[in-house]
T-cell receptor, first 118, second 115 residues
Framework: AQTVTQSQPEMSVQEAETVTLSCTYD???????LFWYKQPPSRQMILVIR??????QNATENRFSVNFQKAAKSFSLKISDSQLGDAAMYFC???????????????FGKGTHLIIQP | SAVISQKPSRDICQRGTSLTIQCQVD?????MFWYRQQPGQSLTLIAT?????????ESGFVIDKFPISRPNLTFSTLTVSNMSPEDSSIYLC????????????FGEGSRLTVL
């Protein structure tokens, strides 16, 4: 079974600064997807960024980028120019690509609470 | 992305009662997933619901406690049966995104408090 580990229960950053959230995972599969989801107090899970394991290039979405190290099974999220609206719980998640039509759900880490200091 | 509506948004329930949560999607989807998020915790997959067949439950979750219906490709229900305070959680419905992306989209969740 796959596991996802987020070792930072809470992180704090000054507005406009850069912060990196850590995530490691364990799997024996070679093809999979990795995600970062954001959950603000409204509790809506919002997809922030997605990475396919077979792609070497790190995904980027505006101020959000990842550092995907497949051999190290590491998948960190970098948030640049942090904004007050970035304050939320951030969950790292894994999904097998061998899900035969999408039968497998996501495996989530425990989350990192990101605080933005004005 | 799919638009997912869940009802109720929140509810306060008495111990021993059952509550059914509804999930409506604005497009046809093959798989629907139900997750539980206990207070201050991460999301745990309860079961996967495929239209026309019985749901597949994850370890630690059983059909008698969490019966699921999937009558068509846009709708599913999750019932939390014989509730206890330990069932106080947010329950989230999720569906897959575009084929090949691996993405899942989530409803806003249903927050249940059991007294």
């Amino acid at each position: 079974a796959q596991t996802v580990t987020q070792s930072q229960p809470e992180m704090s950053v000054q507005e406009a600064e850069t912060v990196t959230l850590s995530c490691t995972y364990d799997t024996s599969e070679s093809d999979y997807y990795l995600f970062w989801y954001k959950q603000p107090p409204s509790r809506q899970m919002i997809l922030v960024i997605r990475q396919e394991a077979y792609k070497q290039q790190n995904a980027t979405e505006n101020r959000f980028s990842v550092n995907f190290q497949k051999a190290a099974k590491s998948f960190s999220l970098k948030i640049s120019d942090s904004q007050l609206g970035d304050a939320a719980m951030y969950f790292c998640a894994y999904r097998s690509a061998y899900s035969g039509g999408g039968a497998d759900g996501l495996t989530f880490g425990k989350g990192t609470h990101l605080i933005i200091q004005p | 992305s799919a638009v997912i509506s869940q009802k109720p948004s929140r509810d306060i329930c008495q111990r021993g009662t059952s509550l059914t949560i509804q999930c409506q999607v604005d497009s046809q989807v093959t798989m629907m997933f139900w997750y539980r998020q206990q207070p201050g915790q991460s999301l745990t997959l309860i079961a996967t619901a495929n239209q026309g067949s019985e749901a597949t439950y994850e370890s630690g979750f059983v059909i008698d406690k969490f019966p699921i219906s999937r009558p068509n490709l846009t709708f599913s229900t999750l019932t939390v049966s014989n509730m206890s305070p330990e069932d106080s959680s947010i329950y989230l419905c999720s569906v897959g995104g575009a084929l090949g992306t691996g993405e899942l989209f989530f409803g806003e969740g249903s927050r249940l408090t059991v007294l």
